[in-house]
């Protein structure tokens, strides 16, 4: 459990800015993360790291020269949002344009993602290489799908070493790839981690037992076993990997025994001892390892197994001198802490400032912007009533920070529409706030789909002289739509998708041939009945996106909670319309 904090929904943010006062020589905060506090030389890559906050010494502990020039630090266990990714990258980077590298998760790759897009707009080349490191994740024949885990640290190593020596960007891309095609890991955990605030753990292990295959976001394993002996553990962990020993590898392989937040350094010496006899009995060569706290998950009891497969290239940049405040290697001239000269500024424009708040052409816009608004606080209440249920549902399958995050997007939306609405603006103008407002704040995967769905239908609703009940179908299909081509989801993945489709074919057919607003409260509500009925019929299916993929079959018999949150926001609207047309707020 975490005992010392002050808010928990500040938590990271609290965190982070005490880890910068600590680490003055290394590093300094910046919006969204933190940066080198010497910067990098002038036209070299800038390799910008990061992900969800909860697994020090990653990201921000990596922070330094040697290895990554700047880190993004998204809420726990939640990614960053787009804009943060973007203007940290552009405070860092000078001149040699920027490799993004996390690990392969779907609220990431949606994130920065949309940044690297922003950034090439920019004409600031950006590319990006996904740690696929897990085992566990998926089968070898699906490599592509595996998340990131401990061997994050091999391929950000690897990327700042070639980066600082020189390398152009491609070359940067191309050595970091391959040290994600040689890195494999294995995890096990004993008890889950507790996110700051809560009672419970995200996950429990019955007694006696341990649950294989892991994930650094507190989800469970994918199978429980009986507790080993640390014997026995070397054995599982090293067996497995050695199985996906990778082609045309040779005998020199770095071990990286990681502890994940309350495994004791002395346990993992017990079976690192292991470790290495095991490694050595199957005629390999152990160059370099390591062994301790590299990529945690808060006070999960727990650990995992990697191994980097070297060849000549790779080991050079890996036994390469790096000096961070939590990873040093070899040394380093005093030179490279002077300070350089910046890159481009963190506050110079960019796409992701903010729209400009002017006032709408028509009262009309003015007046449907006022009562978005309305909604967006009715939506952020029920939000706040259902964070722990939707959070205890996530943690199911996932990291149980759904509730969490959807109310800090809801909140964030609220505040900036209001703001909008406070300045005259349109329901276009609001909208599109309240959306991007959500994305920041949210982080995760839902941050980035609702807030580019929200942003959508702001501009499908447009500033217009009047409206009727066909611009709320559009509105509606434009954030359908929106959402479709962002998540890349289906019906019958097991997503939020599974309740947006059949809410929006309900509204568009109940609202056919009857545009007027007194008829779309009808339709409100008749939509939200069928996404409540879509969002509970989730429960037979099994994922196919996102965290819980892995562990499909512990979703199997709970509906998925991006459907049953959108259920619920349906539901708040429909109420919200009937309130504002019959004074009936039951």
């Known amino acids: 459990m975490t005992h010392l904090f002050d808010d928990p929904t500040t938590f990271s943010d609290d965190a982070l800015a005490g880890f910068v006062a600590a680490n003055q020589r290394f590093v300094r905060g910046t919006e969204g993360g933190v940066l080198r506090a010497a910067g990098t030389e002038h036209g070299h890559v800038a390799v910008v790291i990061g992900g969800g906050s909860g697994h020090y010494p990653a990201f921000a502990g990596l922070v330094g020269p040697g290895l990554a020039a700047a880190a993004v630090c998204g809420p726990i266990f939640t990614s960053p949002s787009a804009a943060h990714a973007q203007r940290v990258a552009r405070a860092a980077q000078n001149g040699g344009g920027v490799l993004f590298s996390y690990g392969n998760y779907a609220g990431d790759v949606l994130h920065f993602g949309q940044a690297e897009e922003r950034l090439n707009a920019a004409g600031i080349p950006t590319r990006t290489v996904l740690v696929t490191d897990d085992i566990a994740s998926a089968p070898v024949e699906e490599r592509e799908k595996r998340r990131g885990i401990a061997g994050d640290l091999t391929v950000f190593k690897v990327a700042g070493a070639a980066a600082d020596r020189g390398d152009t960007l491609d070359e940067v891309v191309r050595v970091a790839e391959h040290a994600n095609d040689r890195t494999r890991s294995l995890g096990v955990a004993f008890a889950g981690c507790t996110l700051p605030g809560s009672d419970e753990p995200l996950f429990t292990v019955p007694d006696g037992m341990m649950s294989l295959g892991l994930g650094i976001h507190g989800e469970p394993g994918i199978s429980d076993h009986p507790m080993p002996s640390a014997r026995e553990l070397a054995e599982l962990l090293v067996s497995r990997l050695l199985d996906e020993r990778p082609e045309g590898a040779d005998t020199r392989v770095v071990p990286i025994l990681n502890g994940l937040g309350t495994i004791t350094n002395e346990e993992l010496f017990v079976l690192y001892g292991h470790v290495a006899s095991l490694l050595a009995e199957a005629g390999l060569h152990i160059v370099e390892p390591e062994c301790g706290q590299l990529v945690t998950s808060l006070d999960m009891s727990g650990l995992s197994l990697t191994l980097l497969w070297l060849d000549d290239e790779l080991a050079d940049l890996w036994a390469a001198p790096c000096q961070t405040p939590a990873y040093r290697k070899g040394s380093l001239p005093e030179a490279v802490f002077e300070k350089r000269a910046a890159g481009e500024s963190a506050d110079a424009e960019d796409a992701t400032a903010g729209l400009p708040i002017e006032p709408a052409q028509n009262a009309a816009a003015a007046a449907v ?101 066909s611009d709320a179908v559009r509105a509606v299909a434009a954030f359908r739509d929106d959402i479709l081509h962002l998540g890349k989801a289906e019906i019958g993945d097991k997503t939020l998708v599974d309740a947006l489709i059949p809410y929006a074919d309900a509204l568009a057919t109940a609202m056919e041939g009857d545009s007027s607003t007194e008829r779309l409260l009808d339709a409100t509500q008749a939509a939200a009945d069928r996404a409540e009925t879509a969002a509970q019929a989730t429960s037979d299916l099994r994922p196919k996106k996102g965290r819980a993929r892995p562990l499909a079959e512990r979703s199997v018999g709970h509906p998925d909670p991006g459907a049953i949150s959108f259920a619920l926001i349906a539901a708040t609207i429909a109420r919200q319309i009937r309130t504002e047309r019959t004074g009936d707020n039951s």
């Open 369 to 469: 912007g006022a009562r978005v608004v309305d909604l967006l606080v009715a939506i952020a209440a029920t939000l706040a009533d259902q964070e722990h249920e939707l959070g205890a549902l996530d943690a199911i399958a996932g990291d149980g920070d759904h509730g969490a995050g959807m109310l800090r997007g809801a909140r964030a939306a609220q505040a900036a529409g209001k703001d909008a609405a406070a300045a005259g603006a349109g329901v276009d103008t609001v909208l599109q706030a309240a959306g991007d407002a959500w994305s920041e704040e949210a982080g995760g995967t839902s941050g980035a789909l609702w807030g580019a769905g929200i942003s959508a239908a702001g501009r499908a609703l447009g500033d217009k002289e009047s409206y009727d009940g």
